[in-house]
Every structure is written in structure tokens, then in C-alpha cells.
């Protein structure tokens, strides 16, 4: 699969003062990093990398809801196609657009997530990243139960956030289950991270 150098996506993120961006990005890499370096399917540096570019379009755009299809535009554009879909798949571990069509800027983008989800079928580098970002924080990483509280506090809540939470423990699982242990026990100063 081709994907970007470390080099051309620092290249990428060199302008940006969006520090908290920067740091959840690197640690959702280097997290989605820790997990593929205990399984034998998925290659650490790829998921990485896909860490770090899954946010990419909020260099350009900061919308909740844009971001993820600019971040997936800008990649094609790059050339990377086949890793382009890490940019929206990693918003849902469901696959429904679980926000309404006025959340966009513009119509066309909720009508183009809703079918690009509805004719994807997810890969473990998807499951990977999806959990990832729900472990990621400027600082490092937490429990994904404080990610849940902070992006509800900060969005608010949909008919759909418990299932997309449900989700998101049972990919916590399913990865579990394959490296034999808690990813907690791989992830550096989850404790502290989340209790300060």
C-alpha cells in the first residue's frame, strides 16, 4: 500500500500552531503503533502512519463534520488512496452518519459520507485507528471513558453515542483478545492521564 513518509506528513503539520492537534495525532500514531507491534497481520509503521494523518483535514478546516472529508480529498490529491479513507472512517465505528444534514457546510458532503460509508467494508487498520483516537489525548493517553465524557461535553449527544460507545469497547475487545492483555497494560501512563 502506498502511504506518506514520516518526513512528508511532518512536512504537512510543520506550519500549524495547533499544538493539541499536533500531540493527539502523534499519540493516536504511536498507541495504534504499541498495538500492531503485538499482532502479526497489521504493520506497525502503516498504522502509524495512519495515526498520524487521520485528523488531517482539521489543518484546514476545524468543522467537526468538514474535516474528515477535506482530510480524505487532500490525501487523493497526494496520491494516497488507498490510506485517503482513514480520514473518514476512523469518525465512525459505526457506519451511519450519525449527525444531521445542517451540521455541514455543505449538503453534497452528508450525502457523499453517508454513501462512502454505506460501500466500504471496514479493514483492523480502521477498528485500529477508530481506537485509537478514542485513547489519544494531547498528553497521552486514558481510559476511552474519559474520551467519551470530553467529546460529549464538547459536541454533545446523538441517539446513536451509546452505540457508537458500544462499539468502540467491543474493537477494545476484539484487539485485546489478540495481543493477550488489556491495552492499558501497553499504553504508557494511562492512569495519570486520566485522573489528573
Keep these: 500500500m502506498n502511504y506518506p513518509s514520516i518526513n512528508e506528513v511532518n512536512e504537512w503539520f510543520k506550519n500549524t500552531t495547533n499544538f493539541n492537534l499536533i500531540k493527539h495525532c502523534e499519540n493516536c500514531a504511536f498507541g495504534a503503533k504499541l498495538i500492531s507491534e503485538r499482532l502479526n497481520f ?4 502503516l498504522a502509524f502512519i495512519m495515526g498520524l494523518i487521520h485528523d488531517i483535514g482539521k489543518l484546514f478546516n476545524t468543522n467537526r463534520y468538514s474535516h474528515l472529508i477535506i482530510g480524505y480529498k487532500f490525501l487523493l490529491e497526494n496520491g494516497y488512496d488507498k490510506i485517503a479513507r482513514i480520514c473518514i472512517t476512523h469518525a465512525f465505528p459505526i457506519k451511519t452518519v450519525f449527525f444531521e ?10 450525502e457523499f459520507l453517508k ?5 466500504i467494508e ?3 487498520y480502521d477498528r485500529l485507528i477508530q481506537l ?13 471513558e474519559k474520551r467519551f465524557v470530553q467529546a460529549s461535553l464538547k459536541y454533545g449527544t446523538s441517539n446513536l453515542t451509546y452505540r457508537k460507545w458500544e462499539k ?3 474493537i477494545k475487545k476484539y484487539f485485546e483478545e489478540k495481543i493477550n492483555c488489556s491495552i492499558y497494560d501497553i ?3 494511562v492512569v495519570q492521564n486520566t485522573f489528573k
Excluded at 497489521?42 to 509503521?45: A, C, R, S
Excluded at 444534514?101 to 452528508?110: L, Q, R, S, W
Excluded at 454513501?115 to 460501500?119: Q, S
Excluded at 485509537?132 to 476511552?144: Q, R
Design 101 to 110: 444534514k445542517n451540521n455541514f457546510n455543505n449538503p453534497e458532503d452528508y
Design 42 to 45: 497489521l504493520d506497525p509503521e
Design 115 to 119: 454513501n462512502y460509508l454505506y460501500n
Design 122 to 124: 471496514y479493514d483492523d
Design 187 to 189: 499504553l504508557p501512563n
Design 168 to 170: 468502540i469497547i467491543q
Design 132 to 144: 485509537a483516537d478514542c485513547f489519544s489525548i494531547p498528553d497521552g493517553f486514558c481510559l476511552i
